[in-house]
């Protein structure tokens, strides 16, 4: 049990000391003032020491008068004050950069949350690259990245609300979502499956993602993933739920479908043509990505026939020189590739690119000199990669580098038959996913005709009044479809 208030100075300091663990960095000033003798705790490194001095220490030392916890609110006009009656709760506003004064013989101690919090100031998005639109990211700051969606998104209607996660380590957590659009249903999972978790701590957005996602067997991201304040927002301002976690700078967004992970907030940025060809060109590199390789290993394993002619004839020729089955050589090069990617990532961004460029040019040269590998499936790979890297989610981008393994596999296995069961396994695993407990191929299943102009490619924006049905929001129009193509131009006067 907690101690409680009032009590002696002695059991107070030590109290408090101990509970900190006899913490080097726990500052305790005790004077006497007026006959009364005040406590000030804090712990060095957690609090601004500008503040303390001018807005705290000079107020208390300077009165003539006797000091109680209700002159002490009077007097200090700080924003975020509590009163506190036992140690564990005092201990706890310390930790969260809090100075406590405590006036011997009240029954509760006087806190003031004066937080000196180191974090980044915001700058440029590292994994999410925009050609149009803002490019600031978040920060690890939940104030600062507050701020910037409140400036965002300016009005009431804006809910932020609030929760506390980890037995251990404790996260605040915010749900971010507009009351008068999103779905209570899609609110209320959201809210439920963070307040369910049982965990020692949260470490960051993704780790909470990957607690309260529908299934974690699958590679396929549930919930989309950002560092863009811009597409949080626009998010939010279609009727999702969106989820920040303090000191971590990615947020959460959900419920989302398999499409919504190849749509980018640049693609409303551009004109509506040019977004949905840039859109469409996702999907058919997604599936190239998925099938280049393996439809590769089929022919030269199993289908000769479906080779043309003249392609065979410098097929065989390239292949001459290698010792190994297509499908050993396939899945060598895409090693290689992984193998490549992951170095670069990890390296300084200057080092990692140089190294890629060369790695690949020089490592995919002597490959084919040395008789590993043939020129055209280094062709293949590449564009592999390539189509892989079009995906804005980095997560969805490395889920189809992943399944293309298999799928290899199995082509070197069974041929076309086994990248036709691949493929037919896949849709059906899709078709059983879900996200938030919301159809994860939504608009294609269920069946949402009218889905499509927001998922699959864009149409005009004042063709555009209706809002997507799979969202299930409170209002299904964003504005008057017929008054939004009136124009009232000068010349019509």
Known sequence: MSLLLPMKKEEYLSSSKEMLNQSPDLVQKTF??????????????????????????????????????????????????KQENTMDSIVEQMIHGSVCIYI????EATL????????????????????????????????TNLNVIRWRLDTPDLVTEK????????????????????????????????RDLKVSEVEDTSVLGQLIEDSSSTVFPQLIFTELPDRFCNAISKGLVGVMVDKSPTMLIGPMNLFSFFESTEDLYMRWNMGSFIRLLRFVSMALSIILTPMYVAALTFHYEIIPSTLLVSLGQSRSTVPFPPVLEALLLEILIELLREAGARLPTKVGQTMGIVGGIVLGQAAVEAGFTSNILIIIIALSALASFTAPSYLMGTAIRIIRFPMILLAGAWGIIGIVFALSFLVIHLLKQKSLGRPYLSPIYPLQWSDFSESIYRVPFQKNAKRSKSLMTKDEYRYSKSKAADRNDVDRL
């Open 104 to 107: 011997e013989g009240e029954k």
């Open 32 to 81: 006497n003032h007026k006959g009364q003798l005040i406590i000030v705790q804090f712990i060095h490194y957690q609090v601004n020491k500008e503040q303390l001095e001018d807005e705290i220490l000079e107020i208390i030392t300077k009165s003539t008068r006797p000091w109680s916890n209700e002159r002490l609110v009077n007097r200090i006009p700080l924003a975020s004050t």
């Open 163 to 194: 929760l506390i996660v980890g037995e251990r380590i404790q996260s605040e957590i915010r749900i971010v979502y507009l009351k008068s659009l999103a779905n209570t249903e899609n609110v209320n999972t959201m809210r439920q499956r963070i």
């Open 112 to 143: 003031f949350a004066l937080p000196n919090q180191e974090h980044r100031d915001l700058n440029q998005a590292e994994t999410e690259s925009l050609v149009f639109g803002p490019q600031v990211s978040f920060t690890e700051s939940l104030m």
